[in-house]
Structures are given as C-alpha cells and as structure tokens.
C-alpha cells in the first residue's frame, strides 16, 4: 500500500515536471486516495463517474507510460469510484495535498468567480482585502445563506495572497475544525502537548480564513479560546476574514466582545444569484466539465436556471449530473435528456408535478382569456390552424404567458399541441416586434394584460 503511495505521488511529480496547464492538475487532484496496489494494478478512489471517465480517457495512458518507465514493469492505475469500496474497509492516506499544497482548494479563485448583483459588493470587498491585506478591512465578514460561495471567495482570498506572497502563513479552518482541535488540544490524555499545536497553527497565522463561524453557536469555551486567537491576531494586525450563514447581530449564543469583534471591519453578505448570474455560472462550470460546452444546447442551462434557483451548489450539481449522466451513457446532450438526468436531482417528484398543475392552471386562465378577446375557442389556440386572426391569437397567447410567468419553453410548447422550442421562441419575438411597433397590438396586449390580471 505505501508503495502504491509512493508510485502514484512520483508519477504526479513526473507528471506535474513534464507538464505546465493547471487544469490538468485540477483534475487529477480529485483522486483523492490511493486505495490498494494489487496485481499489477493500483487503485486510485476518484469522487464521481465524470471524473472518473475524463481520467480514463485523457490521463490514463500518459500516467501508466509514467509508472513504467518508474518501475520498469507492466504496473497499471485503475480509477474506481468511493461508492464502489466495502465502508468497513479502512481507507489509507491522502494524497491530494502532493498536488496542492495549499489548505484551499484550487478551484476556488477569484477568476473562477462569477458576479452578479447578488454578490458584487462582497467580490469587490474580497479583492480588497486580498491586495492589501491587514490595511483595510478587518476581520471581513461574509454572511449568506447555504451554496452562495462564501467559502469560494474566501478561499479566493488566501489564494491570491498566497500568488503574490507564496511565504504567507495563510491558514484556513472552519468554526467546526477549530472546535475539534481545541477540543483534542484539551480534553484527551495527550491533551496538553496538543495545546501548543493548537497555539502554533492558529498563532503563527499570517492570514487566518475561518468558515461557518455560526458553528460556535453555543459553544461557550471554544468561543473564549477563538475571542483570544482573533484578539492575538488583530493585535498583529494580520487579516481574519469569517463567513457565517447570518449577520453577526443575527448569531445566537454567541458572546458579546465576539459578536461586536465582528462588527469591527467589514460587513458584506451575499444574495441569492438572478437568472444571468446563474446562467453564467452554469456556463463556466459547464466549460470545465466538457471540452466543447457549446455542445450542450443553451435550452438545457435555461432549463436548470429555471429550477435551481437559491444554491449555487445545486445549480452546480444540476449540470455536473446531466453532463455525467449523458457521458457516461454516450447519449447526445437533448433537452429530453435533461428531463431524465434532472428527475432523480429533484428533491421530490410532486414538486414538479404541482408545478406542471400550477402551469396548466395560469396557462388555461390566459388561453380563455385570449379566446374570448378574439372570438375563437380554446381548441383553436392549441390547434394547428393558420387562419391569420388564429395565429396571431395564438402567438399572443403564448407571449402573455412567458411575460407573465416566464415558464421554460418547453413547458409552454407542450401546452400548444406539442410545439417546439423554435416556434415558441418566433412567437415570443414576433409579438414583442410587433407590439414595439404597431399601436393596436400593443392595445391588444394591454387589454388582454388588464383582462388576465383581473380574473
Ligand atoms: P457557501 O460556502 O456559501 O455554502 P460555496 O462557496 O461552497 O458556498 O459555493 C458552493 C458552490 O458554488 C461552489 O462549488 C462554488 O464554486 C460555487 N459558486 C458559488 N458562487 C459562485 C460564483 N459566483 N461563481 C462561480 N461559482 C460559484
Ligand atoms: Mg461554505
């Protein structure tokens, strides 16, 4: 086992010394064990399907030449997922940190950060703080709810201190780590020769990142230990930066001298991402997934914009499931397909089935209304008729209920006999021309907005 160590961290070395593009890194920095070297093969633990077939098919020639030439023998590395390993099997060493040495991950810089409204002034507030540090603002709070990037930004912060200043002691805890081990540093046999260690690591920090303060909640002596590290440091006058789920004013348990210690540099929070800010982000997650992102129709990311709309996180995994699940399958990347990969993701299938009730409900109420106003039936609207005064009253229908509910297409096309995205789409522009520049479409819309509203 340690030699499978051994091999795998020398053929990194080999690897990293014979290459330079940083995503190549990234992505073999997400095995994260070493599990076994047996029979000629070592076994490497990768986090998920997609990794593990992008390992596969880019890496795996490349690195079994590497531990051949190591070894002078037919050695050869197999990528497995965590799930597929027994639990009671004990798991052995990490090797991530023979790739990244820094506490952070390496993903989590400020160019891989997208902003929006929603999260502006906290990117503007960490840039800040990252050029000069200690000066500025301190500690920084970064306050938000779960999956909006906090601990992206903050770790952004100690990245780009440490580009700029690789001898920064820049140490990264979360409220729940640093409990831990003052927790060890005191409570255990050994204990005492632990709370030098803890004074080390926390005291001979340059920068200190501190994640989930919210975490100390309650807990009245980590909370005295951390109220002297932070007093300790801010003497110094070196950088704290905290995030927490809540304003320090919000926290509760939590001792006074701390909370207004929290107050003393700068507040910033984080919103929950508009659609553009989403659909950015799924953007640029999806360039890191796939070589050609273009390939995956813009559809598909309307479509996970739609659903995912509070956590980053979420959204993040949205595409991350489709992309896995179509690759790993060698299927196309369809919107149908996104139906299929999305369902499982869904927390519960009602959800979506309340949500298509709902969409009937507001889709029906328009569709009358737009029947009535024009003198036609409903059947008419959902028909494939092309009398023009159908049409027209057709495609006002379905702009009213994009203007109205701004339902992904899809949805609407089902409504409309099975229509596609395409159709959808023209009619949308089409009204939206047409009532820039004629007046009585534009009062024929207006009318029907009035009639809607008032049902
Ligand atoms: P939090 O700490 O607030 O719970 P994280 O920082 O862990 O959230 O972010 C969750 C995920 O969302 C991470 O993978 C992160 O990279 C991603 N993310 C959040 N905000 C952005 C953003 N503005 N641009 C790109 N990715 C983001
Ligand atoms: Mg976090």
Redesign the pocket.
């Known amino acids: 086992m340690i030699e499978g160590n051994k091999l795998w961290e020398q053929t990194l070395e080999k690897f990293i010394s014979e290459h330079n593009a940083s995503d190549n890194f990234e992505l073999l920095s997400e095995v994260s064990k070493v599990y076994k070297f047996e029979n000629n093969f070592i076994y490497l633990i990768v986090p998920n399907a997609l990794t593990k077939f992008r390992l596969e098919k880019f890496y795996s020639n490349t690195l079994n030449d590497i531990v051949q030439k190591i070894t002078n023998s037919n050695i050869k590395y197999k990528f497995i997922l965590q799930e597929d390993i027994k639990e009671e099997e004990n798991l052995p060493l990490l090797v991530k940190d023979s790739i990244n040495k820094r506490p952070l991950r390496a993903e989590y810089t400020f160019d891989n950060f997208e902003t929006g409204e929603s999260n502006r002034f906290a990117f503007i507030s960490a840039m800040k703080v990252a050029e000069t540090p200690e000066t500025l603002y301190n500690p920084l709070y970064i306050f938000g709810d779960v999956g909006l990037g906090?601990?992206h930004l903050m770790m952004a912060i100690g990245h780009y201190i440490l580009d700029n200043n690789p001898d920064k002691n820049v140490v990264y805890t979360s409220a729940q780590e640093f409990t831990e081990d003052y927790f060890l540093a005191t409570s255990t046999k050994k204990g005492r020769d632990n709370i030098e260690k803890f004074y080390e690591k926390y005291r001979s920090a340059d920068v200190l990142l501190v994640?989930?303060i919210q975490f100390l909640e309650g807990k009245q002596g980590t909370q005295e230990e951390f109220f002297k590290v932070f007093e300790y440091l801010h003497g110094l006058n070196k950088q704290i930066v905290i995030?927490s789920d809540r304003s320090s004013n919000e926290l509760k348990n939590m001792m006074l001298r701390l909370k207004s210690r929290f107050n003393w540099g700068l507040s910033v929070d984080i919103k929950h991402p508009d659609k553009k800010l989403r659909l950015n982000i799924l953007r640029r997650k999806l360039s890191f997934l796939i070589e050609d992102p273009k390939a995956v129709p813009e559809e598909v990311l309307d479509i996970i914009a739609e659903h995912f709309t509070t956590n980053i996180r979420d959204l993040e995994g949205a595409i991350r499931r489709y992309v896995t699940y179509c690759v790993s399958l060698n299927i196309p990347f369809t919107v149908d397909n996104i139906y299929v990969a999305l369902e499982r993701l869904l927390p519960e299938k009602e959800v979506e089935v309340n949500k298509e009730v709902d969409n009937k409900k507001k889709f029906d109420k328009v569709k009358k209304s737009v029947a009535k106003y024009f003198q036609i039936s409903v059947t008419d609207l959902e028909s494939n008729s092309r009398k023009q005064q159908v049409t027209y009253a057709r495609q006002m229908a379905i702009y009213l209920i994009k203007k109205l509910y701004n339902p992904v297409l899809k949805s609407i096309g089902d409504s409309f006999g099975g229509r596609d995205h395409a159709t959808i789409s023209h009619s949308i522009d089409k009204i939206e021309n047409l009532i820039n520049s004629n007046s009585l479409v534009k009062t024929d819309y207006d009318l029907l907005i009035k009639n809607i509203e008032e049902k």
Do not use: A, L, M, R
């Open positions: 906090k601990t994640d989930d995030t």
